[in-house]
Structures are given as structure tokens and as C-alpha cells.
């Protein structure tokens, strides 16, 4: 079993609709859960990170932790065709040390 | 700002040749580096974190020999392939920790592209 789980996609939707991603994962000595956006040909840009449990909020993107059920979400509102690109979660026991990446989720948003 | 880049971004070696992968952090300084490897359809694993002026400290599995890591500036860590085999082609990708705000995000290089022939 992968230490995370996600489900490689694609994901289509049409502009304008919320879209949810989610990882799961396995070990319990997570604490640190970030997600990042790819490009095509470009690296991974970190958007949002939380530490344990709970939500986070920033403009359209929501991140929640739900670490009872060892499950992460990544929600975008209003989504936009700027969106589309590969989504990756990662974490790790501390901070931005020894980050374990799922394969991502690829995001395409029609206009 | 934040500005991690990586060269070259695609390369093609024969195999039982080296290559070398260079990951340069531009507006920032870096005494941290990390290197990732990515094969089809599979996730970014770490391999090895890259420490200025000092050895890099490999994960498990990882042949330190055969993927050298030289961090000798706090702005440079270059990843070098040695005697690569077609099992090595893969994506390499790097990220740099900025000291002035360690363990707080780690910026990604865009990549590199490795086939071995």
C-alpha cells in the first residue's frame, strides 16, 4: 500500500464549478499537509499548507484535514480554466523536510 | 521572488555515460536542497536531501555512488548520473529551502527530463 493515495484523473469540469480532490494517506505521523499546483513543463507551486487537523481557507481554494480519517481535500470554487494543471498533495511529519508526494490529480476546467 | 532553476530541462544520454543535473536557487539562499525523481505514472519519491558544504543525506534504497550531490555554494546543488542505464530515465526534480525562512516552504525547480539509450 502507497503511504498516499490519489486518484491520478483526469478530472473534467466545466468553468465555473467547485471542484474537490482529495488524498489519502496512511501514516499517522503525518502533521504537515500541503497541496501544489504543475504546470505543464514547470514545477510544483505550493498553494496552500495546513498543519493537522482542520480548514484553511485562501480566496477561491479551501484545504481541510480530517486526520481521524486520514483524509485531505483540496476544494476550488468558481473554478476557472487558469485551474487546469496536475494537483498534488504532500506530506510530511515536519514541515517541508522529507516530503511524500501522491501521483496528483490532473485538472481540466472547460470555458 | 523565490526563484528555483533548474538546467537542463530535457537531456538524452547513451547509456553507461554521466550526467549532470544543476539546480540553482536565483533571488534566494539555499543551505537545504532536496532531490525528487518521478517515474511514469508514479509520485515524486525524495531522494536525497542536499546539505551546503556538507554530504547529502540519502533515502533509503537510493544509490549514493550512483547519483552524486554536490551542494558547494549556498545558491548551486548539482545531481550527477553516473553510468546511467535505461532504468534511470526519469523526471529529476529539486527544491531549495530558503534560509531565511527554513522549513517553511521548500521552492521547486521545473525539472529535468533524463532518457538513458
Known amino acids: 500500500q502507497k503511504e498516499v493515495e490519489q486518484d491520478p484523473g483526469p478530472l473534467s469540469v466545466p468553468e465555473g464549478a467547485i471542484v474537490s480532490l482529495n488524498c489519502t494517506y496512511s501514516n499517522s505521523a503525518f502533521q504537515y499537509f500541503m497541496w501544489y499546483r504543475q504546470y505543464s513543463r514547470k514545477g510544483p507551486e505550493l498553494l496552500m499548507y495546513?498543519?493537522?487537523?482542520g480548514n484553511k481557507e485562501d480566496g477561491r481554494f479551501t484545504a481541510q484535514v480530517d486526520k481521524s480519517s486520514k483524509y485531505i481535500s483540496l476544494f476550488i470554487r468558481d473554478s476557472q480554466p487558469s485551474d487546469s494543471a496536475t494537483y498534488l498533495c504532500a506530506m510530511s511529519g515536519g514541515g517541508f523536510q522529507k516530503l511524500v508526494f501522491g501521483t496528483g490529480t490532473r485538472l481540466l476546467v472547460s470555458p | 521572488g523565490a526563484v528555483v532553476s533548474q538546467h537542463p530541462s530535457r537531456v538524452i544520454c547513451k547509456s553507461g555515460t554521466s550526467v549532470k543535473i544543476e539546480c540553482r536557487s536565483l533571488d534566494f539562499q539555499a543551505t537545504t536542497m532536496f532531490w525528487y525523481r518521478q517515474f511514469p505514472k508514479q509520485s515524486l519519491m525524495l531522494m536525497a536531501t542536499?546539505?551546503?558544504?556538507?554530504?547529502?543525506?540519502?533515502e533509503q534504497g537510493v544509490e549514493k555512488d550512483k547519483f552524486l550531490i554536490n551542494h558547494a555554494s549556498l545558491t548551486l546543488s548539482t545531481l550527477t548520473v553516473t553510468s546511467a542505464h535505461p532504468e534511470d530515465s526519469s523526471f529529476y526534480i529539486c527544491?531549495?529551502?530558503?534560509?531565511?525562512?527554513?522549513?517553511?516552504?521548500?521552492?521547486f525547480g521545473q525539472g529535468t527530463r533524463l532518457t538513458v539509450v
Open positions: 542536499s546539505n551546503e558544504g556538507s554530504k547529502a543525506t540519502y
Open positions: 495546513t498543519y493537522s487537523s
Open positions: 527544491s531549495a529551502e530558503s534560509n531565511r525562512q527554513p522549513n517553511t516552504e521548500a521552492f
